[in-house]
């Protein structure tokens, strides 16, 4: 059974490329006569709101969107991921790492033999060689902190990746391309990657569809899922609804938003017909 999913965050009204996104995910679900699933990734307290979460239940009814079965919460499922971390903890896979933003982009910035291009913003490793002892006593101490895969071993783990997106094909996993991406923080105990990998295993997700913005994530998601013994699903990267000067919309792009949009008079046929000829302006 084809299993998709829509998983927006509760931080802000959902806007019209939330209602794209939402649409190809339920209309290949329905297609083929699977589920739509609705997932709310609500981990982060300092950000979600309760009023963002019913307005998002309310917009997507009224789009006509109505998803299959019981809505899961990130918030309520921190033992799943514990259980995950532990085992790449466990498979010596993740170290502790005590840069801050601020000591990154000036390690960075600092290195003549930076590379240029997208992997300049990578982080430069800085923490991987810490003495363990060491770094177990500024854990202790309240230290603040993050744990980071190391991508390289990860790769020497799982071997050769690769996965199927619908629109680009098949795609060779780099281990690179996110370097040693953060997958839990002191503050909220997980991340995007391992949460959002951990859930669509839970979720029995047979393919992720979202936009093409998020596809060098995916990357990181196929070793996670072959670290974690996990099924692979197949992956659908579309276009991302932009404004008129080209850029993707962000939740704070309210003249979009699907409320004021239908508060406008306009109807969900109207609204996913906007979407479209919005797609990638």
Known sequence: MTVTRFAPSPTGLLHLGHAYAAKVAHDLAHEHHGKFLLRQEDIDSSRVRAEYDGATLEDLRWLGLQWDGEILRQSSRAAAYAKAFSTLKKRKLIYPCFCTRKQIHAEIDSSMGAP?????????????????????????????????????????????????????????????????????????????????????????????????????????????????????????????????????LAKRDEAKSIRQLRDSGLSPVEIFEMAERSLNQ
């Open 116 to 248: 240029h291009g997208a992997s300049e913003h990578l982080y430069p490793r800085t923490c991987l060689g810490l003495d363990t002892n060491q770094a177990s006593q500024r854990i202790a101490s309240g230290e603040a902190h993050a744990w980071r895969l190391n991508a390289e071993k990860a790769a020497t783990v799982h071997g050769a990746l690769s996965f199927h997106d619908l629109r680009f094909g098949d795609i060779t996993v780099d281990a690179s391309v996110n370097g040693d991406a953060i997958l839990s923080r002191k503050d909220i105990g997980t991340s995007y990657h391992l949460a959002v990998v951990v859930d669509d295993e839970f979720q029995e997700i047979t393919h992720v569809t979202r936009g093409d913005d998020l596809l060098p994530s995916t990357h990181i998601h196929r070793q996670l899922q072959a670290i974690l013994d996990y099924r692979e699903p197949t992956y659908l990267h579309h276009a991302c609804v932009c404004d008129e000067n080209g850029k993707r």
